[in-house]
């Protein structure tokens, strides 16, 4: 599976933007689907994700503001952010899962390249 990210770039805090992951190869393998974000000197985190079934879970930093969805007929995730903060700039990974890692609370399997998102104050 490959994954291609896409929709980062510089907006205002306050301002929204929509993150794109566009998956190839074998999907149908993949159960579950993420974002996680990288800040400059920090770990990796989980933002969203979006669990077999429909459910989804958010970090506490972001919940009310972000929305996780996906477009199963085009093999695409989203990410859609709102009311963006300062504290929202990183690089934002999509990640996809074939087993059940991501609802152990750990990353699933295959990684796309990242996409930054800055907001300046």
């Known amino acids: 599976v490959q994954l291609q990210a896409f929709g980062g770039g510089l907006v205002q805090a306050g301002g929204s933007l929509r993150l794109t992951c566009v998956a190839s190869g074998n999907v149908f393998s993949i159960k579950h689907w993420a974002w996680h974000r990288q800040a400059p000197g920090k770990q990796r985190e989980l933002v969203?994700?979006?669990?077999?079934?429909?459910?989804?879970k958010y970090a506490d930093s972001v919940m009310g503001r972000f929305a996780i969805s996906r477009d199963s007929a085009k093999n695409t995730v989203y990410l859609q952010l709102n009311s963006l903060k300062s504290e929202d700039t990183a690089v934002y990974f999509c990640?996809?899962?074939?087993?059940?890692?991501?609802?152990?609370?750990?990353?699933?399997?295959?990684w796309g390249q990242g996409t930054l998102v800055t907001v300046s104050s």
């Open positions: 969203a994700a979006l669990i077999s079934g429909g459910s989804t």
């Open positions: 990640n996809a899962d074939r087993y059940n890692r991501l609802r152990a609370g750990v990353p699933g399997d295959y």
